[in-house]
């Protein structure tokens, strides 16, 4: 299984970017698929999560900036950011919770990060 994102650069404050971030591979069920975030010096934290069953978090930071949707035709995630600011700068990890065709249990994957630079 891997994620492959995609969709990162450079944009100035206020606009907006969107990331992909597909799975591939044997699935079963992704459980979970969302985003991370790691600034430098930061630790990694969640951006925003969207489930099997619907359910959708999001880091306070980015609500009502940010969306995340997923094509569970296609295992595929998106996020969609809109009025970007400085402090969204960051390196982008897309995650997913996933159980792999023939397993039970769920594994949990990363993709490379993506950088997403918001100037001034």
């Known amino acids: 299984v891997q994620l492959q994102a995609s969709g990162g650069g450079l944009v100035q404050a206020g606009g907006s970017l969107r990331l992909s971030c597909a799975a591939s591979g044997s699935i079963l069920r992704v459980n979970s698929i969302g985003w991370y975030r790691q600034a430098p010096g930061r630790q990694r934290d969640l951006v925003a999560a969207?489930?099997?069953?619907?359910?959708?978090n999001y880091a306070d930071s980015v609500k009502g900036r940010f969306t995340i949707s997923r094509d569970n035709a296609k295992n595929t995630v998106y996020l969609q950011m809109n009025s970007l600011k400085p402090e969204d700068t960051a390196v982008y990890y897309c995650n997913a919770d996933i159980v792999r065709s023939g397993w039970f249990s769920p594994i949990q994957y990363w993709g490379q990060g993506t950088l997403v630079t918001v100037s001034s």
């Open positions: 969207a489930r099997d069953d619907g359910a959708i």
